[in-house]
C-alpha cells in the first residue's frame, strides 16, 4: 500500500526552477528519513538529497548542492524538492523513497513512476 504520488516537473530552461512534491501514502511518515532520488536517461540511480523527519538533517549530493533544497511537510505526509539554477544533466525522473542515501540504491517499485524534469533551451 506505501505509495508516492508526485507533481511538479516539467521542461524548463536551463537556469530555470521547479518545485518538486510528493505525496506518501501508507507510511508512519513523521518516523522516517526521506529520499531525492533520479535517474537520467541511460543511467543508474543517483542519490539525491536526504531530510530527517524533524528536517534538522539535509543532505545533498555534490552535484547539486547549493541549488537544491530538500523540505517536508509532516502534516501533509508531503516530501519536496525546490531547483533552481537548472542544468541540462539535471534531466531525470525524480523519485521519492523512505531511507536515506544507503537505502535508496535499488529501485523499489512503491516508489511509483517518479515525476520527469526536462532542462532544455
Known amino acids: 500500500q506505501e505509495q508516492f504520488v508526485y507533481s511538479g516537473g516539467g521542461l524548463v530552461q536551463p537556469g530555470g526552477s521547479l518545485r518538486l512534491s510528493c505525496v506518501a501514502s501508507?507510511?508512519?511518515?513523521?518516523?522516517?528519513?526521506f529520499s531525492w532520488v533520479r535517474q537520467a536517461p541511460g543511467k543508474g540511480l543517483e542519490w539525491v538529497s536526504t531530510?530527517?523527519?524533524?528536517?534538522?538533517?539535509?543532505t545533498y549530493t555534490d552535484s547539486v548542492n547549493g541549488r537544491f533544497t530538500i523540505s517536508r511537510d509532516n502534516a501533509k505526509s508531503t516530501l519536496y524538492l525546490q531547483m533552481s539554477g537548472l542544468k541540462p544533466e539535471d534531466t531525470a525522473v525524480y523519485y521519492c523513497?523512505?531511507?536515506?542515501?544507503?537505502?535508496?540504491?535499488?529501485?523499489?517499485?512503491?516508489w511509483g513512476q517518479g515525476t520527469q524534469v526536462t532542462v532544455s533551451s
Open positions: 501508507g507510511f508512519t511518515f513523521n518516523n522516517y528519513l
Open positions: 531530510m530527517n523527519w524533524r528536517s534538522t538533517t539535509q
Open positions: 523513497a523512505r531511507g536515506s542515501r544507503v537505502d535508496v540504491s535499488i529501485r523499489e517499485p512503491y
